[in-house]
Structures are given as structure tokens and as C-alpha cells.
């Protein structure tokens, strides 16, 4: 706690007075990949393996309405991400996400963006019960009650960003929320790669943009593997 400013240690004991499960910045198992970030939450609340924060972890994101390519890409990767010994990080959401969670088969780490308590879809409690009952950790930074929101999807990103010491893009458009997720990990000084995909297919035109700003090229789970977990 010494290391915390005085404004910061304010918000992070005021944690104490919620309901459920939260982890404190100033824990010992608090993730050391978010310590010093800026921006970066006060306390997570959780639900499962909090052992996993200790793990080096792959963020694997992309977008809902994938291609079967970018499924399988996903599978591939988290699956080599989990033979390494990492963990893989999203944000338990369709497409893309559940892919990485399914295939991680545990080893996986879920950021919401909504409070723990608050009501979801079926597909996702379904997918959430999953990743609980395969050892796999549920984060959130918000209240228990905090329902989803256009606002709440854009912050969760940075704390999926922060966990993980590199971001693979799998499969995006434009306007998608992994771009947010893979900016945010630039702004990091993370490392960020993307697939490129096909330069006529609208699902991975974001890819290209992320290319274009700098991202590396996806090149298959080697490109990943031997910088990042090991």
C-alpha cells in the first residue's frame, strides 16, 4: 500500500464495502501485468482460479461474426498457448472470444463487461458456467449489479490488454472492439499482432488497419510463442 498515492489507496480501500468477491491493487496476487498501468482498475471482482493471474497470458480477440477461419486460427493458437504453459485472455463474448475460452479448455481468463451479478444472455452463462467448471478465472471491475453498456465494453478491453503481454488479433472489421483492445495494448508498450486475411473480406479489414499502424503479421502460432510465454 505504501506505493500507492493517496487518492489511489482512498479507492482501493473503499473496495472493502462491496458485496462479493474483489481483489485489491494492493493484494499480493494482484496481476503484476496491470501494476503501474495507467488507467488500470483499483480492484477486480472475481469468480474461479485466481492462480492463473500468475501465468503469462495471450489476449485472443476478434469479432463475433467470424469466419471458420478465424475459428479455427483462434482454437490453434489457445491451444498452443495452453501447451506452453500460458493462459488465454477475452472477453467472453461471441465468435472470436469463445473460441479462445472453448479451446483453452480452463486455462483462460474471462474479463466481463458487466457487474458479476448482473443478467446475460443464455449462450454466455452457458459459456461462463464452462470456463468455472474447467478451472478457468471470470473478472470485472464493476459493481456486481452493473449491467452491460456501450460504455462498459471499451473499458473492459484495456484490463484484457493489460493482463496480457501480447495481443493477437484473429479476426476483425473496422469498427470492431478488438482494435480498441489491440490500441490499447500498443499504448502499453505490448506486443500486438494480426492476422491479414483476405484484402477483399470485410471481417478482416480491421486486421489490415492494425497492420498498417504498426501491428506485426500474424504468422502462425510460432510467431507468438517465442516471445510470449516463454
Known amino acids: ?11 482501493v480501500e473503499a473496495v472493502g464495502a462491496w458485496s462479493g468477491c474483489w481483489l485489491r491493487a494492493d493484494a499480493p496476487e494482484w496481476p503484476v501485468p496491470l501494476r503501474g498501468l495507467p488507467g488500470a482498475p483499483v480492484a477486480l471482482a472475481y469468480e474461479g482460479n485466481l492462480g492463473l493471474l500468475a501465468a503469462p497470458a495471450v489476449a485472443i480477440v476478434g469479432t463475433r461474426r467470424c469466419t471458420a477461419t478465424g475459428r479455427r486460427l483462434a482454437r490453434e493458437l489457445a491451444r498452443a498457448v495452453v501447451q506452453a504453459g500460458g493462459v488465454v485472455v477475452s472477453g467472453l463474448a461471441a465468435g472470436i472470444d469463445a473460441e479462445g475460452h472453448i479451446a483453452a479448455a480452463g486455462r483462460t481468463i474471462a474479463v466481463l463487461g458487466q457487474g458479476l451479478d448482473s443478467p446475460m444472455a443464455g449462450w454466455q452463462a452457458r459459456l461462463r458456467e464452462r470456463v468455472l467448471a474447467e478451472g478457468g478465472l471470470v473478472l470485472s471491475e464493476y459493481p456486481p449489479a452493473q449491467p452491460a453498456a456501450a460504455w462498459t465494453f471499451p473499458r473492459r478491453n484495456r484490463i484484457i490488454a493489460g493482463l496480457a503481454c501480447t495481443t493477437v488479433v484473429m479476426e476483425a472489421g ?53 516471445a510470449a510465454v516463454r
Open 1 to 11: 500500500m505504501a506505493a500507492l498515492s493517496a487518492l489511489l489507496r482512498a479507492r
Open 174 to 226: 473496422h469498427r470492431s472492439g478488438a482494435k480498441i483492445t489491440a490500441h490499447n495494448a500498443a499504448e502499453y508498450g505490448r506486443r500486438v499482432l494480426a492476422v491479414p486475411g483476405l484484402p477483399d473480406c470485410e471481417s478482416f479489414a480491421g486486421c489490415l488497419d492494425l497492420i498498417e499502424e504498426g501491428a506485426e503479421v500474424y504468422r502462425g502460432v510460432g510467431s507468438v510463442l517465442l
